[in-house]
């Protein structure tokens, strides 16, 4: 008997989590970037970002997927940590809807349907002439594959029922509730899925092996369990990210702890029985189930929501540290300026100068990255990169918004200047990019560079940093002087250039430099004197059109 149910349990376990992702999935895939936005721009406010998480969740049926989409957010830049908490809060309400869904199962008998969903979602999935078509065919297929495997596991456990070994067992949840709550940690950490372990408590008590005295700290402890997700997302990335998954750990075990007092004084069964009346059966019982893992979500959300900010203070102790982190998104782009074009172009200016000052950060760690094998700086300038992608693409369609409403002849020349300058910039980006491939390259091989050339290329650096001065103060002041003084800058880091090449020649004929270290070093050489080319096209830019300054507006 053993046997049987273990291989039930097992694979009606593996059509139930591949039926709730390939639901999951076409949800996500119908919602589109949806989602995204709906995260991004609704969560101005805890009580939103609480909503956003309920309704984001209930569309993709997984708080997994929720706190993962948010911990990527907010390692992104795209969300703060209090955002994010508040989102995560919501997901943890909107996760308790597939134990509702699983409580219909007995009032319904839902799996009679499971074998024509599959069918029909097959249908759909194979032959729909639409993309929203094929998704929902998806999520209909995920739907009746969750329910055969809820019918596999449901059928499997029946025989337990009637073993005394069992329930002796399972009596021991209802005795010592905090050896429960432990079970339904460790058993969703295993599993990967708060629903997944929801779906067979209910299943127990639906065939009679599980008291719901005994369930109730089974469900607390699932909602430990599913914090695990939100810390495996975490892991590499930044501060604020960590911190994320931490406050998100920390409300769950936070409120299991209280409510542990309400289980052990029996408040918390008769709040259940309160809210759904009546003899608790067969037929009934999945539904309290269902109202208990509500009330602990809900609850503890309403009663954390005021102090939100205890708990971005309590992770940012338990998880210390400062870090560079980049905003991804623009600090100047306001789109209610756009009406007023003079102060829309100030702003436009202002995000291109904090574009330059990162172009020229990710330039520094790159060099510091490839003469020092520092690989913190390494990583560094990749997540610049992203950010300076992202800023020319906002500040490319800011100004291209612009360009549509009343310009005069002044402001209509400046736009498709700036427009130029906002590509050389991130074209530095890429060169900075570049250096750190070269930097790889350099480690990986353990190509040896003599004090001389490493010298070399810490004075070429130098420079370019101050052509990046010149023309960061010429543009911001549209200082004449300042764009020729980085002109001449940029005909020294040609001079640098040649001069830097024929002294790797020599090292080459003395013996003391190897042809792949020579091919590393200017390949190097090249990349920072592109990153003086665009800097000099922005420089003349503000020589020849660019009649504009950053003024107190």
């Known amino acids: 008997m053993i046997k049987e149910i273990v291989f039930g349990v097992v694979g009606g376990l593996g059509f139930f989590l591949f039926g709730m992702k390939l639901m999951s999935e076409g949800l996500r895939n119908v919602a589109g970037d949806r989602l995204k936005s709906i995260l991004q721009f609704l969560t101005r406010t805890p009580l939103l970002g609480v909503l956003v998480g309920t309704l984001v969740t209930f569309l993709v ?46 009032i319904f008998k839902i799996t009679s349907y499971a074998l024509p969903a599959v069918g029909i979602g097959f249908a759909m999935n194979l032959l729909g002439k639409s993309r929203n078509s094929k998704y929902w065919g998806q999520v209909i297929l995920g739907f009746g594959i969750l329910f055969m495997g809820m019918a596999i596991m449901k059928d499997v456990f029946n025989p337990l029922q009637d073993s005394g070994t069992v329930k002796i ?25 708060s629903s997944a372990t929801i779906a067979i408590i209910q299943l127990l008590a639906f065939n009679g092996v599980l008291s719901f005295e005994a369930c109730i700290p089974l469900i607390l402890g699932d909602n430990i369990g599913t914090t695990i997700t939100a810390q495996i997302a ?19 075990v936070i409120g299991v702890a209280y409510m542990l007092i309400f289980v052990y004084t029996g408040i918390y069964q008769k709040a259940v029985e309160f809210i759904v009346p009546g003899e608790i059966t067969k037929y009934s019982i999945m539904l309290h189930i269902a109202v208990a893992h509500s009330i602990f979500n809900v609850f503890n959300t309403l009663l954390f929501l005021p102090l939100l900010g205890f708990l971005e203070k309590m992770s940012i102790m338990l998880v210390p540290g400062k870090e560079d982190i980049h905003d991804i998104t623009p600090k100047y782009l306001e789109k209610h300026l756009l009406n007023t074009p003079p102060i829309a172009i100030n702003q436009s200016i202002k995000e291109i100068l904090r574009m330059m000052g990162l172009a020229k950060s990710a330039l520094n760690d790159a060099s510091k990255g490839f003469i020092e094998d520092h690989m913190k700086s390494l990583e560094s300038v990749l997540k610049k990169e992203d950010t300076i992608d992202n800023l020319q693409k906002e500040i490319t369609s800011y100004l291209v918004q612009l360009t549509q409403r009343s310009l005069n002849r002044e402001e209509s020349q400046t736009i498709p200047v700036l427009l130029h300058s906002v590509n050389d910039i991130e074209r530095m980006g890429d060169h900075a990019e570049n250096i750190v491939e070269l930097a790889h390259r350099k480690m990986d091989q353990k190509s040896p560079f003599t004090h001389r050339a490493l010298d070399e290329l810490r004075n070429l650096t130098a420079e370019v940093n101050n052509m990046f001065d010149d023309v960061t103060k010429a543009l911001e002041a ?37 042809l792949i270290s020579g091919l590393i070093f200017i390949d190097f050489v090249d990349n920072a004197e592109k990153i003086g080319d665009h800097l000099a096209n922005v420089a003349e830019s503000i020589m020849n059109n660019l009649q504009w300054h950053l003024n107190a507006h």
């Open 169 to 193: 067992l399972f009596v021991q949840f209802s005795n010592y509730p905090i050896l429960a709550v432990l079970v339904g940690t460790l058993v969703t950490v295993l599993l990967q899925s």
């Open 234 to 252: 975490a892991i590499n990335t930044n501060l604020t990210a960590r911190r994320a998954a931490v406050a998100h750990t920390l409300f769950n």
């Open 61 to 106: 049926q997984s708080s997994s997927a929720t706190t993962v989409m948010v911990v990527g957010f907010v390692n992104a830049g795209l969300l703060t940590l209090s955002q994010a908490i508040s989102v995560i809060m919501g997901a943890n309400i909107g996760t308790t809807l597939t134990a509702w869904l699983v409580s219909f199962l007995a």
């Open 478 to 514: 549209n200082d004449q002087a300042l764009a020729k003084r980085a002109l001449k800058r940029e005909e020294n880091i040609n001079r640098l250039q040649i001069e830097l090449k024929q002294n790797h020649v020599e090292r080459l004929n003395e013996g003391t430099c190897n």
